[in-house]
């Protein structure tokens, strides 16, 4: 993801919002979002000088969901108020488990990734217990090699066709 502080210093130093977008590889639509308030606030490109700290704090004041990730997700209240159950459960089961549960027995209606992302984000101490090494037997190295081995290509080849030519009379 881009440095949203880096549109606006570019920006200001007067690249145009298509080559903003060209060399971070964003689209002119996302360029023009995030310049928006800065237009709205009357600042314009070639102004007096502004330090990426000057941004930062416009941007925090401007988009306060980028910088607080708690405000971002509109569903994680809801999952919030299952968290001793999650809780409970993580150990146990799969996160994908646990989702399915409370979906039905508990009519959470949120998507699995945001729940993973909620998951992950506010409990990294018990998904990182809860993670599962599952171990697998040796495969014997012979039958591994055997198994992956090509056919005999000399077996497999046509014979040439061979033509000789005769002398012309």
């Given at each position: 993801?881009?440095?949203?502080?880096?549109i606006?210093?570019?920006?200001?130093?007067?690249?145009?919002?298509?080559?903003?977008?060209?060399?971070?590889?964003?689209?002119?639509?996302?360029?023009?979002?995030?310049?928006?308030?800065?237009?709205?606030?009357?600042?314009?490109?070639?102004?007096?000088?502004?330090?990426?700290?000057?941004?930062?704090?416009?941007?925090?004041?401007?988009?306060?969901?980028?910088?607080?990730?708690?405000?971002?997700?509109?569903?994680?209240?809801?999952?919030?108020?299952?968290?001793?159950?999650?809780k409970?459960?993580?150990?146990?089961?799969?996160?994908?488990?646990?989702?399915?549960?409370?979906?039905?027995?508990?009519?959470l209606?949120?998507?699995?990734?945001?729940?993973?992302?909620?998951?992950?984000?506010?409990?990294?101490?018990?998904?990182?217990?809860?993670?599962?090494?599952?171990?697998?037997?040796?495969?014997?190295?012979?039958?591994?090699?055997?198994a992956?081995?090509?056919?005999?290509?000399?077996?497999?080849?046509?014979p040439?066709?061979?033509?000789?030519?005769?002398?012309?009379?």
């Amino acid at each position: 993801m881009v440095d949203i502080t880096e549109i606006y210093v570019h920006w200001y130093a007067g690249r145009s919002k298509s080559e903003l977008a060209a060399s971070l590889g964003v689209d002119r639509k996302t360029v023009r979002k995030y310049l928006a308030p800065a237009e709205a606030a009357g600042i314009s490109p070639g102004g007096p000088p502004m330090s990426e700290a000057d941004w930062s704090k416009l941007i925090k004041e401007w988009f306060p969901g980028l910088i607080d990730r708690r405000l971002r997700p509109v569903t994680w209240p809801d999952i919030d108020q299952h968290r001793d159950y999650i809780k409970s459960l993580l150990g146990t089961v799969t996160v994908s488990t646990i989702h399915q549960r409370l979906r039905d027995e508990h009519k959470l209606q949120v998507s699995i990734s945001s729940f993973r992302r909620w998951v992950h984000a506010t409990l990294p101490d018990e998904v990182a217990k809860s993670q599962v090494t599952v171990l697998r037997d040796e495969i014997e190295r012979r039958r591994a090699v055997d198994a992956r081995k090509a056919p005999d290509r000399r077996s497999c080849r046509r014979p040439r066709r061979r033509f000789l030519s005769s002398p012309t009379p």
